[in-house]
């Protein structure tokens, strides 16, 4: 199983990317792909998670910038990032689940629990200057 994301790059603050992450037989094998980011010396957080029946999911800190949405095919989810700010600059992860995005939630803390995440790609590097 193999997840490609793509779309990282140098941006200035304000800024919009869209990253993309090859998902193939997103529809089919997994029931969940999401965005995870990690900035040096932070840990890595989530920032997005959409569904198989399309519910989508982000931190409060992020719903009102960011959008998450899977193509036609069902073989690309895209994360769009607006309003950059130099607190986003990380590398960004996409991961794909077996399990929903609800089922994968760690509701008292309000985050995903990454270890249900049983699928990895390479991550891409956005960088936000200011």
């Known amino acids: 199983v193999q997840l490609q994301a793509s779309g990282g790059g140098l941006v200035q603050s304000g800024g919009s990317l869209r990253l993309s992450c090859a998902a193939p037989?997103?529809?089919?094998?997994?029931?969940?792909v999401a965005w995870f980011r990690q900035a040096p010396g932070k840990e890595r957080e989530w920032v997005s998670c959409?569904?198989?029946?399309?519910?989508?999911y982000f931190p409060d800190s992020m719903k009102d910038r960011f959008a998450i949405s899977v193509d036609n095919a069902g073989t690309t989810v895209y994360l769009q990032m607006n309003s950059l700010k130099p607190e986003d600059s990380a590398i960004y992860y996409c991961?794909?689940?077996?399990?929903?995005?609800?089922?994968?939630?760690?509701?008292?803390?309000?985050?995903?629990?990454?270890?249900?995440?049983?699928?990895w790609g390479q991550g891409t590097q956005v960088t936000v200057s200011s």
């Open positions: 991961a794909a689940s077996t399990f929903s995005c609800h089922a994968t939630m760690i509701v008292d803390k309000g985050v995903l629990n990454q270890r249900d995440y049983e699928y």
């Open positions: 037989g997103f529809v089919k094998k997994y029931y969940a």
């Open positions: 959409i569904s198989r029946s399309a519910g989508t």
